[in-house]
T-cell receptor
């Protein structure tokens, strides 16, 4: 069973609107959580990274939150633009390894921004 | 250095043929990772190298798959006797690791493999 679950699987929003993506994880002991943006046919690009002591981090119009107690994270996109259309992937690592090979990837949320 | 580079970007092959992909990591990065990603899914770990040593392989990496990083710089991933189930995006990533210092991993653009 995947230790990182993302919701919704996909969503469609109007340009200029806000949206929030969810990531729930069971990875333990938790080390850090990353959000990636992946455009169609391209590799993922890092948006934010948070450790257990951080509960919010922003990167432009992207704001990630983390609740390490409930093992939940969200990614909020403000004033969406057409270029935000992409898959957003949540990646969680645990403290027992520094190897990316052991990081747990979510399946991603596919966001489509329409004019 | 503009980042992680993968070649080719797209590959269409007939079932049963062998294919080889290349990844050039960011030059100072000593770790290199291979992932496979199918439509609608997140990347799945295949294998990774530290310098030229292959440190870990996923059980997803069947005997038909082999990866090398002979000089600790670029890496190749070969798939022998391709099957339709091998159709996927193959992603490479690299990072720098020394003791407790680890940089973020950066991904390449991927190689899209279609087996017909």
């Amino acid at each position: 069973k995947n230790q990182v679950e993302q919701s919704p699987q996909s969503l469609i929003i109007l340009e200029g609107k806000n949206c929030t993506l969810q990531c729930n994880y069971t990875v333990s002991p938790f080390s850090n959580l990353r959000w990636y943006k992946q455009d169609t046919g391209r590799g993922p690009v890092s948006l934010t990274i948070m450790t257990f002591s951080e509960n919010t981090k922003s990167n432009g119009r992207y704001t990630a939150t983390l609740d390490a107690d409930t093992k939940q994270s969200s990614l909020h996109i403000t004033a969406s633009q057409l270029s935000d259309s992409a898959s957003y992937i949540c990646v969680v690592s645990d403290m027992t390894t520094d190897s990316w090979g052991k990081f747990q990837f979510g399946a991603g949320t596919q966001v489509v921004v329409t004019p | 250095d503009t980042g992680v580079s993968q070649d080719p970007r797209h590959k269409i092959t007939k079932r049963g043929q062998n294919v080889t992909f290349r990844c050039d990591p960011i030059s100072e990065h000593n770790r290199l990772y291979w992932y496979r990603q199918t439509l609608g899914q997140g990347p799945e770990f295949l294998t990774y190298f530290q310098n030229e040593a292959q440190l870990e392989k996923s059980r997803l990496l069947s005997d038909r798959f082999s990866a090398e990083r002979p000089k600790g710089s670029f890496s190749t991933l070969e798939i022998q006797r391709t099957e339709q189930g091998d159709s996927a995006m193959y992603l490479c990533a690299s990072s720098f690791h020394r003791g407790y210092m680890n940089t973020e991993a950066f991904f390449g653009q991927g190689t899209r493999l279609t087996v017909v």
